[in-house]
């Protein structure tokens, strides 16, 4: 008996610290790491409902590492938070989707809007809205082209300043999302305090919006709160015809999802959704 919980136990030890090790690399590997070599953004679609046209693509960082190969930002954004190196690699993102959406709407002459996922830190950063204001500036570039994506979370912390910074950013005329909307710590309030645009409702609503009757019930009250209080809807991770027919049905006004679309590299999103858009 002694002996089969000393084999437990020295089984747990050593899972955790297989665990510790691979964080550690991790964060070696990021320090060491040439953002623009190693580093590269995703786009995925985002579709209008009413007339199923392009509005806008949410940027998805990737990481490509020489040896290790392909790192899920699951993995590695969490690491970059407890470094700081977020800091420096959030503002690499935001610069390369910054460019890349006046890139494309200059060369299209459209007005698709780029979502940046923001962490946390970035955004309690004092100078956050300033830096911002300043690249729109020295990039000349339209605010509308921008959406920045805040998890409800984020949104929630009880922060004075996190007022500021929402009201900062609405005045500059960017737009701003409530990212995962519905599966968080569940006050509404904020919605109402915080000058917001968009609401992405959570995948994990939308993966049971066909099966549970609850989670429809739920979809649909956010949808007509949102459209009271004058704030868009976009539903996350739609992958089937069953989902996107309820979501029309309830008009909710845009769709993100497999079922338009991938995250991929900006050539073949270019090729796959601009194209197709012009032509
Ligand atoms: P998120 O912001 O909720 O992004 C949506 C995730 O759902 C993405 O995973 C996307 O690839 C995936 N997805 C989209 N549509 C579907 C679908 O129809 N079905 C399924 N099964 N999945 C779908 P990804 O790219 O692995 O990103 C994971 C998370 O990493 C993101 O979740 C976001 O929180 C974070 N992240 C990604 N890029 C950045 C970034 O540039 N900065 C920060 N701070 N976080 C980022
Ligand atoms: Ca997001
Ligand atoms: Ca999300």
Redesign the pocket.
């Known amino acids: 008996k002694i002996s089969h919980n000393n084999q437990k136990y020295f089984f747990f030890d050593s899972d955790l610290s297989e665990k510790v090790q691979k964080k550690h690399s991790l964060e070696v590997m990021l320090k060491n790491s040439n953002f623009d070599k190693e580093f590269k953004?995703?786009y995925?679609p985002q579709y209008r409902t009413s007339d199923n046209k392009l509005v806008g693509m949410?940027?998805?960082?990737?990481w490509i590492h020489p040896e290790e190969g392909f790192i899920?930002?699951?993995d590695f954004?969490p690491i970059?938070?407890e470094t700081g190196i977020?800091f420096s690699?959030?503002e690499w993102?935001i610069n390369q989707a910054m460019c890349q959406a006046k890139a494309w709407n200059q060369k299209y002459n459209m007005d698709l809007q780029v979502g940046?996922?923001?962490?946390p830190l970035?955004i309690e950063n004092s100078d956050f809205v300033n830096r911002i204001r300043q690249k729109i500036h020295d990039e000349d570039i339209k605010p509308e082209w921008i959406d920045i994506?805040i998890?409800e979370g984020v949104a929630m912390s009880s922060q004075v300043s996190m007022e500021e910074i929402f009201s900062g950013l609405a005045n500059i005329g960017i737009s701003i999302s409530i990212?995962?909307f519905g599966t968080g710590y569940s006050s509404l309030s904020y919605i109402k305090r915080f000058d917001i645009d968009r609401l992405?409702i959570a995948?994990e609503l939308i993966d049971n919006i066909a099966e549970d009757k609850n989670t429809l019930l739920i979809v649909k009250a956010i949808i007509m709160m949102a459209r009271g209080m004058g704030l868009k809807t976009i539903a996350?991770?739609?992958?089937d015809s069953n989902q996107l027919e309820i979501l029309k049905v309830l008009e909710c006004d845009e769709i993100?999802?497999?079922?338009f679309g991938?995250?991929v590299p900006p050539e073949i999103f270019e090729l796959e959704h601009i194209d197709k858009t012009i032509h």
């Open positions: 953004l995703y995925q949410e940027a998805l960082l990737r899920s930002p699951a954004i970059a938070e977020i690699l959030g993102v940046i996922n923001i962490s970035q994506e998890t990212d995962d992405k995948k996350e991770g739609v992958e993100q999802g497999y079922i991938r995250p």
